[in-house]
């Protein structure tokens, strides 16, 4: 399983008022490292949309360990653990420095515009 790895600098407007992130900053995270991840393997989600399909998300689980704090430097590692037909299911790992402060997995579907589920293209396979 390849996995590929996405750094990110905490900002202030994504911290509460303790400063620790807020927890929805956290699936933002795993996004641009998702989408960056398929960019680096030549497929962008602008393309993909542009041929009909959509990927959406269909189950989040995220288990937050330790607070990151403004100006962190995050290391977002994803990974895709497993691909059925019609799911791709990705794993991560958010870190600072050595210190793991989150683990997740996201499970995405694919659909067409009308939102009936379609088989996962070669595209997003490779």
């Known amino acids: 399983m390849q996995q590929y790895t996405q750094a990110i600098r905490v900002r202030y407007d994504e911290c509460d008022p303790m400063g620790f992130v807020h927890h929805s900053h956290y699936l933002k995270y795993l996004e641009i490292a ?29 288990q937050y360990r330790l607070p990151a704090r403004y100006d962190d430097m995050l290391s977002i590692h994803v990974s895709v653990e497993r691909m059925t037909e019609a799911k ?17 997995q996201v499970t995405l579907a694919v659909i067409d515009r009308s939102g009936r589920p379609q088989r996962i293209p070669e595209c997003l396979r490779s």
């Open 88 to 104: 791709i299911i990705h794993s991560y790992s958010v870190d600072r420095d050595t210190q793991q402060l989150a683990t997740a």
């Open 34 to 62: 998702r989408t960056e991840m398929y960019r680096a393997r030549g497929a962008t989600y602008r393309d993909f949309e542009a041929s009909g399909l959509f990927v959406v998300v269909v189950r989040v689980e995220c």
